[in-house]
């Protein structure tokens, strides 16, 4: 006989909040390390008496917790190395930009300050609320797209559980101050995308199955058939896709890291919603509502 998923489905929405819960803590308390594309950060630009790679400016700007900032050759041609380099680091007061500078010259030979400036936010406030009012009509648009093609409660099953990995993964970010950049937008439009398709399989399954039920069969036991039979394709889908942000994670460079941590974290918690919440959720409101509906028929008559 196969896990029992939707009979202990309140353990799974126990597991939920014992995530959520202190990711909603951090946020409250200790907020977010935002990077310098919210932030704003302090630009420089250098002119150096030999080429240099970006790997070489990096492994300095690593020593002083810099290693995401953004690096730019100043060069005509597709070179790895040139002598005018731009940098784009978090606010740096004066002390902490003369400490790099001697430490450059130290490691890297001698080069010229061309400039030396205070630089404002890539994405500021009012892009920020801008992309969150995108995401949420676009929540609105799925609810309205779910109800079409299956029923509201699908819908907002669905909706609940994006919900559910976008908060997941605020959370481990504000837990782990890691940093938050413009990838990190990305992101979670990309988390939002692959968690819904996973969750649509399911509920498409449902509805198949539901027009198939047989008589002795219960909801939940044709919910838990439904779900195992999509297990193998989520199982193999998340793999793949785990197998391949793993590599983008390991191998992709200090500049990718946080982008592909939270893809993985995000992943990892969308198949997670697809299978243990989102179904769950839809059968406990559709139980609610036949006992309210069959307890409005009794008190008729």
């Known amino acids: 006989m196969k896990f029992d998923i939707i009979?202990?489905?309140?353990?799974?929405?126990?597991?939920?909040?014992?995530?959520?819960?202190?990711?909603?803590?951090?946020?409250?308390?200790?907020g977010f390390n935002l990077g310098i594309d919210f932030t704003g950060g302090t630009l420089l630009d250098l002119q150096f008496a030999r080429p240099v790679t970006v790997v070489e400016v990096r492994t300095v700007l690593d020593d002083y917790q810099l290693g995401n900032s953004t690096i730019q050759l100043a060069s005509t041609s597709q070179a790895e190395a040139a002598q005018n380099v731009f940098i784009r680091t978090r606010v740096l007061d004066d002390d902490e930009r003369r400490v790099v500078i001697e430490d450059m010259h130290k490691r890297l030979g001698d080069f010229e300050v061309q400039r030396v400036e205070k630089v404002g936010?890539?994405?500021?406030?009012?892009?920020?609320?801008?992309?969150?009012?995108?995401?949420?009509?676009?929540?609105?648009?799925?609810?309205?797209?779910?109800?079409?093609?299956?029923?509201?409660?699908?819908?907002?099953s669905g909706i609940l559980a994006i919900f559910h990995d976008v908060l997941v993964v605020l959370g481990v970010f504000s837990l782990l101050q890691k940093e938050?950049?413009?990838?990190?937008?990305?992101?979670?439009?990309?988390?939002?995308?692959y968690s819904i398709t996973d969750t649509v399989v399911i509920f498409d399954r449902i509805r198949e199955n539901l027009k198939m039920q047989r008589k002795n069969e219960s909801l939940q036991e044709l919910v838990n058939h439904s779900i195992w039979q999509t297990m193998t394709r989520s199982l193999y889908t998340i793999l793949t896709v785990?197998?391949?942000?793993?590599?983008?994670y390991f191998f992709g460079g200090e500049t990718t890291k946080n982008f592909s941590f939270a893809l993985l974290v995000g992943f990892i918690s969308g198949v997670y919603s697809s299978i243990f919440n989102a179904s769950p959720i839809w059968v406990t409101w559709k139980e609610y509502a036949d006992r309210k509906r069959l307890a409005g028929r009794a008190k008729a008559k």
């Open 7 to 30: 009979g202990k489905r309140y353990l799974w929405f126990a597991l939920s909040a014992l995530i959520i819960i202190p990711g909603l803590i951090s946020m409250v308390l200790r």
């Open 121 to 156: 936010a890539v994405i500021g406030s009012e892009l920020t609320w801008q992309a969150i009012k995108a995401v949420l009509l676009a929540a609105f648009f799925m609810v309205l797209y779910l109800t079409y093609r299956f029923e509201f409660r699908f819908a907002v």
């Open 180 to 193: 938050i950049d413009s990838s990190f937008v990305a992101a979670i439009l990309t988390i939002v995308g």
């Open 242 to 248: 785990l197998f391949a942000t793993a590599s983008l």
